[in-house]
């Protein structure tokens, strides 16, 4: 796979959960890069606006994604992937399975999930964001204390 397919691959990925195709771009480029990218830099390599990259480069920075860096002598910002980005993006998902779970819990107490049908389909939503977010927040704690050991 050549590099330009998997940063559309991945920006199609990202674009899917929600994200900006650009972030997307932005994201799986930087993945690739082993040093700090430049804003123009990085808008000439997805062939993108400054003011696209930059207004997605905050969005991927308060995601977790990337984190913005700078040189001394140079008033440029400069981007990069964040050594825990993957871990950031885990704990986005679990928040968001957080609210789903709080979502069910309501909607389980309303005047219609007093039919037997609808309940169950409360408690089995219910029984399985509790399922998997045991299973990633394990996965979150097992991550961070590899984090910290290898500090």
């Keep these: 796979m050549s590099d330009d397919e998997f940063i559309e691959q991945f920006a199609r990925l990202l674009e899917q959960e929600g994200g900006s195709r650009i972030a997307g771009r932005i994201a799986a480029l930087l993945l690739l890069t082993p040093d ?51 871990v950031m993006l885990l704990e986005r998902r679990l928040e968001w399975m957080r609210r789903l779970r709080e979502a069910a819990d309501r909607g389980s107490r309303t005047e219609s999930a007093r039919n037997p049908v609808v309940a169950e389909r409360f408690r089995g939503l219910c029984r399985l964001h509790a399922f998997a977010m045991r299973g990633v927040e394990r996965t979150l704690r097992q991550l961070h204390r590899g984090v910290d050991n290898a500090r």
């Design 36 to 86: 700090d990218m430049a804003l123009d830099e990085i808008a000439e390599r997805v062939q993108a606006s400054k003011a696209s990259i930059s207004t997605n480069a905050r969005l991927l920075e308060q995601w977790g994604m990337i984190e913005r860096v700078s040189r001394a002598g140079d008033r440029r910002d400069f981007y990069r992937t964040r050594p825990d980005g993957a």
